[in-house]
């Protein structure tokens, strides 16, 4: 009998006896990622993207550490327990509760809802962790005590942390008229510092590396100071920072892939980002970024300091690893796209003043992942823009990614939803026929034209818009997918068949944001940027004009877009509105937009999504177990090929990147 999950891809399983749907932890299905079509690539590219996922993976515990300080050791406490669960002595309900905090801490890196930035709690006493704990210690497992801690002691340290469910409850805090530092969650800035303290600190020119540092308090002066995150430079120069020995690891397997290189281009790519790494320069990842949006190798990746959304300022970014390689027959269509970047520029609804002149072709590519860690898995976006600084869009371009095996699995686990929040059986058949395909072509316009597109007055939006400029930029480039959409000039490039795919890009957008991410949201308002761009711009349109009707039926709320030129001109008012905010640094006008449409939710609205949804038993989101990557030896050991295997095991992966990462873990003794 043959084990499909563990099939290699030499005699690949068929679609129709694949796993995609494993487990649901939760309101989290986990789903098997594919990755079909790297047998396909040379040895040697296999090879290179081998490596870099080791690389990726070395510094995998940046990302948990950010989103806590205890998160590392709140980590090592419970995988120790979940690793004897079969071992010891254990109530069921106290072990289904370890096994399900365990895992929604593996899917946010940390134990904190990866959509409504809420705190999850281990749902025990903790009489009953401290016996399980010990019991576990007997067993054998490992909890990387430090010298003279006990389990106790380890215990006590995290308990507030683990267990109670006010103490920093929110991973991102952003309400109006919060301390935004003090009450969030991530570990960007020491405990007590505030966020009008670290803004008069900024204004007055200290914060030099905005990107890739702690702020902290110095201890003899009590004022703030910047602990850059970097390895150090051989040779002592330039002194190490905080994760210096995760980034010497990654750096380690970077160097590593550099003989497995598409060629000199590649190669000067890694040893760019290496130099990054070690100096945390600023300026040296700025011309990594110039180098990489260059480099069109067909095995590319995604490393580092990259997205600020973690951040309630908006300013320091989340590592994230992702590996992947373009599919060149799909990616042909949607470069397309970027090919006529600046005929699209020309046709956006914001006044001229704001429109690039002489746009360079832009990369856009369809892409498999074959390993994401941190910002990008194991939950993972469906398409990606970047560099994100401004400047290196306007002078050298941007690279576009739509990540089609991620789309792939989630419409092969399935879509219980479409029957339930479509308003009828038209809607329901128009879903099936186009949704697959509408999301690709949304994401593809909104990374490739949305996120690149426009000229800016101020010199660095971010700074002028803290707080807000992360759900605005994520809204104006949905709001370029939305007005591009209907331009005849797609169907004349082949990319779309016919403007059906516009009318449903509208439904599927309004559908989202007023009624399928409300079950997501347990408080009243919502805190991700992305949640809150779409429910600020369907709210615009639902306020602001007569093309969306809502419907009752049966106790059952439907919204349906019944006016689509109504809607088209209400989407072209407020981009070319989003575009002059973010084109003049306008953030009282943001503050003005964002909070009237984009914050608050419909709580009763919402316990009725959840009710409906919760009949089904639908997951709100997804996260993926990547494929796992296998080196081909020969007899003196040097790795020749590399295989792929789909083990379908998302605690097993889990644990094995944990035990990868403890290699270089600075919280563990």
């Not at 779409?534 to 093309?547: C, P």
Request: hydrophobic share 35%; aromatic share 10%.
């Amino acid at each position: 009998e043959i084990n499909l999950c563990v099939r290699k891809d030499k005699a690949r399983m068929t679609e129709g006896n694949r796993k995609y749907a494993l487990e649901l932890v939760d309101r989290v299905r986990v789903v098997q990622l594919y990755a079909d079509g790297f047998e396909l690539l040379t040895a040697k590219e296999r090879i290179f993207a081998y490596y870099l996922t080791l690389a990726s993976r070395a510094a995998r515990d940046i990302a948990i550490d950010q989103h806590h300080e205890l998160a590392l050791e709140t980590r090592d406490f419970i995988e120790a327990i979940y690793v004897k669960l079969d071992s010891i002595e254990i109530s069921p309900q106290t072990r289904a509760s370890i096994e399900k905090y365990t895992k929604l801490f593996w899917i946010g890196n940390g134990p904190y809802d990866s959509y409504s930035s809420k705190k999850y709690v281990l749902e025990a006493t903790r009489e009953e962790i401290i016996e399980a704990a010990k019991n576990a210690h007997k067993a054998g497992s490992n909890f990387y005590l430090k010298e003279g801690q006990s389990i106790e002691s380890f215990f006590a340290k995290i308990e507030k942390f683990l267990m109670d469910p006010s103490y920093d409850s929110i991973l991102t805090q952003k309400s109006p008229g919060a301390d935004w530092l003090k009450e969030s969650g991530v570990n960007f800035y020491q405990k007590g510092i505030t966020l009008e303290e670290v803004e008069q600190w900024a204004k007055q020119g200290n914060e030099k590396n905005d990107l890739n540092a702690s702020v902290i308090r110095n201890k003899e002066t009590g004022k703030l100071e910047e602990v850059v995150w970097r390895a150090g430079s051989p040779d002592g120069v330039i002194p190490s920072g905080k994760y210096a020995a995760y980034l010497k690891g990654c750096i380690e397997y970077l160097d590593s892939s550099i003989p497995y290189a598409s060629g000199p281009v590649q190669q000067e790519t890694i040893k760019k980002l290496i130099k990054f790494f070690q100096t945390g320069e600023l300026k040296d990842f700025h011309d990594f970024n110039v180098h990489w949006v260059g480099d069109n190798s067909t095995v590319d990746f995604i490393l580092g300091f990259i997205e600020v959304y973690l951040d309630p300022r908006g300013r320091k970014a989340e590592y994230e690893g992702s590996i992947y390689w373009a599919d060149i027959p799909l990616t042909a269509t949607i470069q397309k796209i970027g090919d006529h970047a600046q005929y699209f520029e020309t046709t956006m609804p914001w006044p001229d003043k704001y429109k690039k002149k002489d746009v360079k072709p832009l990369t856009a590519n369809v892409v498999n992942v074959i390993g994401s860690v941190g910002g990008t898995g194991p939950t993972s976006p469906i398409g990606i823009n970047l560099p994100n600084e401004q400047a290196i869009r306007e002078q050298h371009g941007s690279k576009s990614v739509v990540l089609h095996n991620i789309v792939s699995s989630a419409d092969k686990a399935g879509d219980l939803l479409v029957s339930e929040f479509c308003c009828d059986q038209a809607e329901i058949d128009f879903h099936k026929k186009y949704h697959s395909f509408t999301d690709n072509i949304h994401t593809a316009l909104h990374e490739v034209l949305g996120h690149a597109s426009g000229k800016t007055i101020v010199d660095d939006p971010p700074k002028h818009l803290p707080g807000y400029y992360s759900t605005l930029e994520e809204a104006r480039a949905d709001l370029v997918a939305l007005w591009q959409i209907w331009d005849p000039k797609l169907i004349e490039l082949g990319v779309i068949p016919d403007l059906e795919v516009a009318r449903q890009m509208y439904r599927q957008e309004v559908r989202n944001a007023l009624l399928l991410q409300l079950r997501r949201v347990n408080e009243d308002q919502l805190e991700e940027d992305h949640m809150k761009n779409r429910q600020m711009i369907a709210m615009y349109m639902l306020k602001n004009s007569k093309a969306i009707q809502k419907e009752t039926r049966d106790g059952k709320t439907y919204f349906r877009v019944v006016d689509f030129e109504e809607a088209k001109r209400v989407v072209g008012e407020l981009l070319t509105e989003v575009m002059r905010i973010k084109a003049e640094g306008d953030l009282t006008a943001a503050k003005a937009l964002i909070d009237t449409y984009g914050f608050k939710i419909d709580t009763v609205l919402r316990d009725e999504v959840m009710a409906r949804v919760k009949k089904l038993n639908a997951p709100s989101y997804n996260a993926y177990v990547m494929p796992d990557l296998e080196p081909v030896k020969d007899g003196e050991g040097k790795i020749t090929d590399v295989k792929v295997e789909y083990k379908c095991d998302f605690a097993a992966q889990m644990l094995a990147y944990s035990d990868f990462g403890r290699r270089y873990n600075f919280t563990s003794v």
